[in-house]
């Protein structure tokens, strides 16, 4: 799977531009915010329609306009697709797969796939259990589109029980009717934890060994799913928080609340870990999660590498670029000299100022 072009009009601080992409490795460098993560992230919205950030559409538009276009151009198997985004600051966006309009995003999924990797995705160990319940559902929802199916739901659910628990105080004669919201949101949730319990046994089937090889043979990684509720034990547990969700005005169990644990050595890294063994973990699951990929789709995915070698110690930069393979890579940096120093092969090499984009002959 490679992106063979990319154009954008009006997207965050492009006016317009169309850049073509070697099938190898990409670099597109220049100083700090001039423009290098926007490329990724439109690449990343093609992908699954959400920017990277979570920011909303309004946001990813032209300050100055009203509405923007992302058209990707890539090749699957031989055969060649156009997804066009339209996004407007006051409507939802439209989307559409080589010239047909599709209603669902999940129409979408699964036709690009990309991982994604910034500075930020270093820190997921150590952040709260949100960041590590969202890596886990970007990775499930490009490749399951019944986990998006549940999760859309499940979501849906949450916040109009939520409501209605808010309304409770000053209507108390609508109590009765949270048992449809908890047989709808049991239903659903249960897909949720069962799919998160499937995806964290194929995590480990990879990141295992990874990690082994990362670490010089000095540490074991293990990853854990640590449901909030298990599926036997759900319907109990909402029925017996009710009293208890009215008063808080808030839905206290769930996969909403679930989270992933990291044990290197038979100790959890995320509480007692060092800076050191929290980034090495975060990189062995970035690229758990390129093999992954590659295991459930038999094809490889598009890599986005968003300034995280400058994060990274030599031993680690050396190993993750080593580890690139065949993969179309896409990778934004300040400076070239990290990439010479590694004797790294750059098929491609584009320089960004302000919002312009000039490819190195």
């Not at 156009?82 to 999924?109: P, T």
């Not at 973990?281 to 890599?303: F, G, H, N, R």
Request: hydrophobic share 35%; charged share 30%; glycine share 6%.
């Amino acid at each position: 799977m490679i992106i063979k072009s990319l154009e954008l009009a009006d997207f965050r601080n492009y006016e317009t531009i169309n850049i073509s992409f070697d099938k190898g490795t990409n670099i597109l460098y220049g100083d700090n915010a001039q423009g290098k993560t926007n490329i990724l992230e439109a690449i990343y919205v093609s992908a699954t329609t959400k920017s990277h950030k979570g920011s909303k559409d309004k946001e990813i538009v032209n300050f100055n306009k009203e509405e923007a276009h992302i058209r990707t151009y890539l090749e699957k198997e031989d055969v060649e697709y156009r997804v066009d985004m339209h996004l407007r600051k006051n409507k939802s966006k439209g989307i559409a797969i080589d010239g047909q309009k599709i209603k669902k995003a999940a129409d979408l999924l699964g036709l690009l796939n990309v991982v994604f990797f910034s500075p930020e995705d270093l820190a997921i160990i150590k952040n709260g259990p949100s960041e590590r319940r969202r890596f886990a559902d970007m990775e499930l929802c490009q490749l399951d589109n019944f986990y998006l199916y549940n999760l859309n739901h499940y979501n849906k659910i949450i916040n109009q029980r939520n409501k209605l628990l808010k309304d409770i105080s000053f209507n108390p004669g609508l109590k009765e009717t949270l048992n449809i919201w908890d047989s709808q949101l049991i239903s659903f949730g249960s897909k949720i934890i069962e799919r998160r319990n499937l995806f964290t046994e194929q995590l480990c089937e990879i990141i295992g060994n990874i990690h082994n090889k990362l670490s010089g043979g000095k540490e074991e990684l293990i990853v854990k799913y640590e449901p909030d509720v298990s599926i036997e034990e759900f319907e109990n547990k909402m029925r017996e928080n009710q009293e208890k969700d009215i008063r808080y005005k808030m839905t206290q169990s769930g996969p909403h609340r679930d989270d992933f644990s990291f044990i290197v050595n038979g100790i959890d890294i995320r509480k007692f870990g060092s800076q050191g063994q929290q980034r090495t973990a975060a990189l062995s699951l970035k690229l758990s999660e390129i093999e992954l990929v590659k295991k459930m789709t038999k094809d490889t995915p598009v890599l986005l590498l968003d300034d995280v070698l400058s994060e990274l110690d030599s031993s680690r930069q050396n190993y993750l670029l080593n580890s690139i393979g065949e993969i179309q890579t896409i990778i934004t940096c300040t400076g070239l000299d990290e990439f010479v120093n590694n004797r790294f092969e750059i098929n491609r090499i584009f320089k960004v100022s302000n919002g312009v984009i000039s490819m190195n002959e």
